[in-house]
């Protein structure tokens, strides 16, 4: 429970900061985490990206000033963070669907998203299928692609990636190499630095690397591995977001921010969705 009070402090930090510079640093720092696991969480707990969070709390607290006093809509802009007219007509009217000038007009229809808070409720009571493992390091071979901190560009850049390697023979050389039976595709989050952030497309093996592919080593750690059925990606977002609102704050451990492991049975045609897990690494609080 302690994390998600955490991370309830990171927000309050949002909040305090809304008309000023928000370091996404500081926020992760409050959550006890490295900056990218902040944001990567922040977009299974909240269901949004971060960025877009902040985005939508500032036009919705401009909205208010709009309509509420005569100020100048560029003084506004400038109070949220936008030194340009034209990115913050931009912002406000991809918020609301007008622009703030439109705004000013009595009965028209804008958009307010309240400020997130977290708390533990009660769900319902639905199962969770998990294990823990304790795991000796393992070798992964196949393709990747470059992350960003920012998780809003990463959700784009990993379905298009998965997109990319099944509309041609890529996936089916990675699936040769794996050593499990029957043979398992690996979707990896990979968080070095800020500067090296990738999603590999893999298998555990001990082969030797193919031209055109690369390896990667996961090292020793104990994983809680979660159990998934139905519709990519959204069995698996769900599942994430469980994970750190249901299972985390009960469990004893904490998240030990190493490589995210998404396990898929390993097939000729892409699937809609099936049975799935998901490995994350824990410890001890």
Not at 161 to 188: C, H, T
Not at 209 to 217: A, H, L, N, Q
């Amino acid at each position: 429970m302690e994390w998600l009070m955490q991370l309830s402090k990171s927000i309050e930090y949002i909040e305090n900061n809304l008309t000023s510079e928000i370091s996404y640093d500081e926020a992760a720092k409050i959550a006890c985490c490295s900056t990218y696991y902040f944001q990567r969480m922040f977009s299974y707990v909240a269901g949004i990206p971060l960025s877009e969070y902040i985005r939508r709390r500032r036009m919705t607290q401009a909205a208010f000033e709009i309509q509420s006093c005569n100020t100048k809509i560029g003084d506004i802009a400038f109070k949220y963070g936008y030194t340009s007219p034209t990115a913050f007509n931009r912002a406000f009217k991809n918020i609301h669907g007008i622009s703030p000038t439109a705004a000013r007009s009595k009965g028209v229809l804008l958009q307010a998203y309240p400020s997130i808070s977290f708390k533990i409720t009660v769900t319902g009571g639905k199962s969770m299928r998990y294990r823990i493992e304790t795991k000796e390091s393992f070798r992964i071979v196949g393709v990747s692609v470059p992350l960003q901190e920012e998780m809003e560009e990463n959700l784009k850049i990993v379905p298009k990636f998965w997109e990319e390697m099944w509309r041609g023979d890529k996936l089916s050389e990675i699936s040769s190499l794996s050593d499990q039976n029957p043979k398992k595709l690996l979707g990896v989050s990979v968080y070095t630095s800020p500067q090296y952030i990738s999603y590999y497309i893999a298998v555990a093996t001990d082969k030797p690397v193919p031209k055109g592919m690369t390896e990667y080593v996961i090292p020793s750690a104990t994983w809680v591995v979660l159990e998934c059925d139905g519709h990519y990606p959204e069995s698996i977002q769900t599942m994430y977001k469980r994970f750190l609102t249901e299972w985390l704050p009960f469990s004893g451990y904490k998240y030990a921010e190493l490589p995210d492991i998404e396990v898929y049975s390993s097939c000729d045609e892409k699937p809609n969705g099936g049975h799935s897990e998901i490995w994350i690494a824990i410890e001890k609080e």
